[in-house]
């Protein structure tokens, strides 16, 4: 990296520090500014580095005796513009005055024309789920003393250098995120202080490398005199990358080491997205700060609009995708799009109300263009000559490629299904460091490539492995990823929020689905759940559009806001997703606690888990209810849930519930769509194929669960154990009602005589058994009513299926 990036950086970085130390009570008269770096001399020589902090308002940096190529003109630009993108008063407020003890509003307040009024409390990122709740008055100087406390422990631990800057970044997020950058009373304040100084600090890089490529180093002059045609110049580009054949790599593998190999490649798709990220910063002088978004194979980047950055990206995604090919043939590519843009247009402050979600949609456009286009002529002769078969026509028994094939365990895999084999047990571990390095070591590794298309190997290491290496072997070196936990005191390090649980066997190993399926309740088989955020993409667009302003509709749709929503959304699934399988809460029996699950994946709006059938189930309500009160309702989930035997094919598996998940999306009920759950199945109907066990969340918890599965837990509990034979007579004559779209009802009296308890029961039970028999007369002549019961008979019939049982035959 560049002196002058990094100097830049770091400075816009901690540019607002000082708020902190201000708002635990230090109210020593001076502006943030100055207490901030007067704080941060403790820590920091660089006088560069302190000048972009102290000299960051016009108030002090037009009285200030600054050199004219002073980076600390850069960040006085940078930090206008991250405010600029956040910064927004409210209608109708006639607020002048700040108020220290205001808390961080909730993203989600605004979004899809909420009108949310949900604050965070100010606290530093825990394991625990901070939610939005009801704002109320309350002193918060205690808590920003012992954030400020906190920090200067951690900042005690790292060198304001080129490899600690990611660190930097970690100790910002990790205390800064519920803080809010402004608390002004007149604007919305749901963008964090992390927030703002990260976007400062991407914006502030862009800046100086911006420049110079054109040899204007007179900041003063460009970026404080003439700022406010600066504003108009096209000196940024959006780049979006995207990693095409996820689906397939991931899940076209036999059962084989199935869920070894699930954990392991949806693994691997995330570490090679990241890398690739990396690679790309590195290659044009960036850090992490200019990483927008990462993940569900997607990336945004905010870089410089120079020509050489654009060669530099081609280049080494060209590269990149040499390599890919030569590893994986044709199953994995990468494509991208890059959109120039000016410092207006990420403000949306734009005559064109439109330039913003622009951006988007161009680049949206050319990856769709290259998916379409992937190859060149030679490229595909080349993909052609380096197709590599095996002389006695052997497959490889995971992912069926015909080259490059080991004997392991007397079973005929390819190298690459065998490194993912050997490194799969270590990765579930919480403390190994992921460790990337130019040279082979010993041990299980994975492959990853440089900008330059050179190898790159990915081990799983133990910390003091890590810091030998750093010791011994710096520049072997070349990155270092923590899975959830902050790394402060490792250079080249950056922590990744990582969706990592997984049931452990009594070995300490993931547990097989066999082994899963053995700990469910009732029937031995495993649940799979496919889940997905519905109308994200359409959210990050359009979701800050007001409809209910016309006049400024546009007035939230930032930079800053597309950001803080991809963080916050990321953090959910990739890291609270965690918690929430740890601390398991809705149950079917007496189940609770950790759940008996492992996430093959958790992306940035979506997941995948298997487990014990009962919970996956009961997680799926954990999750949503978590969801809604993370989102405040503003976004909603929609899934897929089936259950299948453990021997089942994996690809079988992942289409099925895929298409539950669709079902799901395309579900429409009275005050809505989408928002659902599709259950167990696609049935045949007449002549279509439809997914009969389809509700909304609230339906299916409040009326299958809560009312007819209550009712027929209820009647076994106090009238007895009937035996499923009932329950199966029961469900065959409903399902012939849906199908013929009328009940028997005499048959339906028939079955329910037979059971009637015997004249000499308790009271209690003659009188549940009568309430029950009235409910179900009553609900097997409504259509929905009707419905609902088979889906509650299936899930409590399952539940109650005993070993003798689950060997025969299903009957439904």
Not at 524 to 538: E, M, P, Q, Y
Not at 554 to 564: D, N, Q
Request: net charge negative.
């Amino acid at each position: 990296m560049k002196e002058s990036v990094k100097i830049a950086t770091i400075g816009a970085l901690l540019h607002d520090v000082g708020k902190v130390l201000y708002r635990s009570g230090n109210l020593d008269g001076r502006a943030h500014s100055i207490s901030g770096a007067d704080w941060l001399k403790q820590f920091i020589s660089d006088q560069a580095i302190l000048d972009c902090i102290r000299y960051h308002h016009h108030q002090e940096i037009i009285n200030a005796s600054l050199p004219q190529d002073s980076l600390a003109y850069v960040v006085y630009l940078a930090d206008n513009i991250s405010s600029g993108a956040d910064r927004r008063e409210i209608e109708g407020s006639g607020e002048k005055a700040f108020n220290k003890n205001r808390p961080l509003e909730s993203i989600y307040n605004l979004l899809n024309n909420n009108h949310g009024n949900a604050v965070h409390k100010v606290a530093a990122i825990g394991k625990n789920i901070n939610y939005p709740q009801a704002p109320q008055a309350h002193d918060y100087s205690p808590e920003y003393k012992k954030i400020s406390h906190e920090m200067f422990e951690a900042l005690k631990g790292i060198e304001f250098s080129t490899a600690y800057i990611n660190s930097l970044l970690e100790i910002l997020e990790a205390y800064l995120s519920y803080i809010p950058s402004s608390t002004f009373l007149a604007e919305v304040s749901d963008i964090s202080l992390f927030d703002h100084s990260k976007i400062t600090a991407a914006v502030a890089a862009c800046l100086v490398l911006y420049l110079e490529s054109q040899g204007r180093q007179n900041y003063a002059q460009e970026l404080f005199k003439n700022r406010d045609q600066f504003y108009g110049e096209q000196a940024f580009s959006l780049l979006s990358i995207d990693v095409s054949g996820v689906q397939q790599f991931i899940y076209t593998i036999s059962s084989k080491g199935a869920l070894k190999g699930l954990r392991s490649r949806s693994f691997y798709l995330e570490i090679l997205l990241e890398n690739l990220a990396d690679e790309l910063l590195a290659a044009c002088s960036l850090s992490r700060a200019n990483l927008i978004y990462t993940g569900g194979g997607h990336a945004y980047l905010l870089v410089p609009n120079t020509e050489e950055v654009k060669q530099k990206i081609d280049l080494a995604l060209a590269n990149y995708n040499r390599r890919l090919a030569e590893k994986f043939g044709t199953r994995l590519f990468v494509a991208h799009g890059i959109k120039e843009c000016s410092a207006n247009e990420l403000m949306s402050k734009t005559e064109d109300p439109e330039a913003y979600a622009n951006i988007f949609r161009s680049v949206s456009a050319q990856i769709a263009q290259k998916k379409l286009h992937r190859y060149s002529p030679q490229e595909l002769r080349l993909l052609n000559s380096n197709n590599q078969t095996d002389k006695e026509g052997r497959e490889c028994s995971i992912c069926g490629v015909s080259g490059n094939l080991v004997e392991q365990d007397e079973v005929i895999i390819c190298s690459t299904c065998a490194a993912f084999a050997d490194i799969s047990n270590m990765l579930i571990r919480p403390e190994v460091v992921l460790t990337v390095i130019n040279e082979k070591l010993s041990g299980p590794c994975l492959p990853l490539f440089s900008a330059e298309g050179k190898d790159l190997y990915l081990y799983a290491l133990e910390a003091e492995k890590v810091k030998e290496l750093l010791k011994h072997s710096p520049a072997r070196v070349v990155r270092l990823y923590s899975k959830n936990t902050f790394r402060t005191g490792f250079s080249l390090a950056t922590k990744l929020w990582l969706g990592d649980y997984a049931a452990k066997n009594s070995e300490g190993l993931l547990k097989t689905f066999a082994e899963l399926a053995q700990d469910s309740q009732g029937i031995k088989r495993i649940g799979v759940l496919r889940a997905d955020v519905d109308s994200l993409g359409k959210a990050f667009v359009n979701g800050f559009v007001r409809a209910d302003d016309p006049q400024n509709k546009y007035r939230y749709v930032t930079i800053s806001r597309t950001a803080t929503l991809s963080r916050s959304l990321s953090i959910f699934f990739k890291y609270h997703l965690n918690a929430l399988l740890e601390k398991g809460e809705f149950s079917l029996s007496e189940k609770q606690g950790s759940r008996n699950i492992v996430i093959v994946y958790a992306g940035g709006d979506d997941l995948f888990l298997v487990g014990a059938w009962d919970e996956v189930l009961t997680a799926a309500l954990d999750i949503r209810r978590a969801f809604t009160s993370y989102t405040g309702g503003a976004l909603t989930l929609s899934a897929g849930f089936a259950v299948f035997e453990p021997g089942y094919p994996i690809s079988r598996m992942a289409a099925e519930a895929a298409a539950l998940e669709r079902a799901a999306k395309e579900h429409i009920y009275p005050g809505g769509t989408k928002n659902s759950l599709s259950l167990f199945g696609l049935e045949i109907v007449g002549e279509k194929l439809l997914a009969q066990h389809t509700y909304d969340w609230d339906t299916f918890e409040n009326f299958v669960l809560g009312e007819k599965m209550a009712s027929i837990t209820e009647l076994f509990s106090i009238c007895g154990d009937y035996g499923n034979s009932f329950l199966y007579s029961i469900l065959q004559l409903l399902r012939v009602a849906e199908e013929e779209d009328r009940i028997n009802l005499a048959r339906l009296a028939y079955l329910l005589a037979r059971r009637e308890p015997p004249k000499n029961a308790s009271d209690l039970v003659q009188k549940t058994y009568s309430e029950f028999a009235k409910k179900l007369y009553k609900w097997a002549l409504d259509p929905e009513d009707r419905r609902q019961v088979i889906t509650a008979l299936i899930i409590y019939t399952y539940l109650k299926r005993d070993e003798k049982e689950d060997e025969q035959d299903e009957q439904f």
